[in-house]
């Protein structure tokens, strides 16, 4: 069980690098939710498995204070539809992202790279935040990426986590579908590729 903890201590660390050297792109006009209900609140509020505790020693992980991640329904670039519950079994790798944000494009190529080395083991899901689906569409022939792009053009799915208000904002999830953590910003692809492939444990 120590081994484990020790284990996910490492991976908050390298997350938390995200902030230092990553940059991130604001929505324009969107107003930040009310985090304190949200997953990306009670995350902050689990100082045990995001950080260090009050005594700055790291605290050990309470089984209980696990978020869940929460089914919901996705519609896919290709028009196809499925269930988040339909991964379970699966590491997924959860990226908010837009055509406009610069740093979301710069990493893309690491999320490609992952899908091919890892196609039995993890699952990219890459949910466009609030564009048109013929702009998304032109995007992703230029790039011809083959991993599953999400429509959330209602902000259906960004809702989940308190509405998104940086990108891009990556989360991690387990084979069990519990939150890893979830980090904003974003550094060059091959900077980024190393760090989700040790985060993600491949």
Same mark, same amino acid.
């Given at each position: 069980m120590?081994?484990r903890?020790? @284990?996910?201590?490492?991976i ?5 690098m995200f902030?230092a050297?990553g940059?991130?792109? &604001?929505?324009p006009?969107?107003k930040?939710g009310d985090?304190d209900?949200?997953?990306l609140g009670?995350?902050? @509020?689990?100082g045990?498995q995001q950080g260090e505790?009050?005594? &700055?020693?790291?605290?050990e992980? @309470?089984?209980?204070e ?5 089914d919901?329904e996705?519609t ?6 499925a269930s988040?519950?339909? %991964?379970?079994?699966k590491k997924v790798?959860l990226?908010f992202w837009?055509?406009w944000?610069?740093p979301?494009?710069g990493?893309?190529?690491a999320?490609q790279?992952l899908?091919?080395? %890892?196609p039995?083991e ?5 949910? @466009? ?6 702009t998304?569409q032109?995007f ?5 990426y083959?991993?599953p792009?999400?429509l959330?053009?209602?902000?259906a799915i960004?809702?989940i986590?308190g509405?998104?208000?940086?990108l ?9 579908g519990?939150?890893?953590t979830?980090?904003?910003g ?6 980024m %590729? &190393?760090?989700y492939?040790?985060a993600?444990g491949l």
């Amino acid at each position: 069980m120590k081994k484990r903890n020790k @284990n996910k201590t490492a991976i908050v660390v390298i997350l938390c690098m995200f902030l230092a050297i990553g940059a991130g792109c &604001g929505i324009p006009g969107q107003k930040e939710g009310d985090l304190d209900d949200s997953i990306l609140g009670s995350l902050d @509020n689990m100082g045990g498995q995001q950080g260090e505790g009050a005594d &700055g020693q790291q605290g050990e992980e @309470n089984d209980s204070e696990k978020i869940l991640m929460p089914d919901f329904e996705m519609t896919f670039l290709d028009g196809g539809t499925a269930s988040f519950e339909e %991964y379970r079994g699966k590491k997924v790798l959860l990226n908010f992202w837009a055509t406009w944000c610069g740093p979301c494009v710069g990493e893309m190529p690491a999320f490609q790279k992952l899908a091919d080395e %890892y196609p039995e083991e993890l699952v990219i899901l890459a949910v @466009n935040c609030s564009e048109a689906q013929s702009t998304v569409q032109k995007f992703n022939q230029s790039k011809g990426y083959t991993f599953p792009i999400i429509l959330d053009a209602d902000g259906a799915i960004q809702a989940i986590f308190g509405g998104v208000t940086s990108l891009p904002l990556t989360v991690i999830i387990d084979e069990e579908g519990y939150i890893v953590t979830a980090s904003e910003g974003a550094a060059d692809a091959d900077t980024m %590729y &190393g760090l989700y492939k040790e985060a993600l444990g491949l």
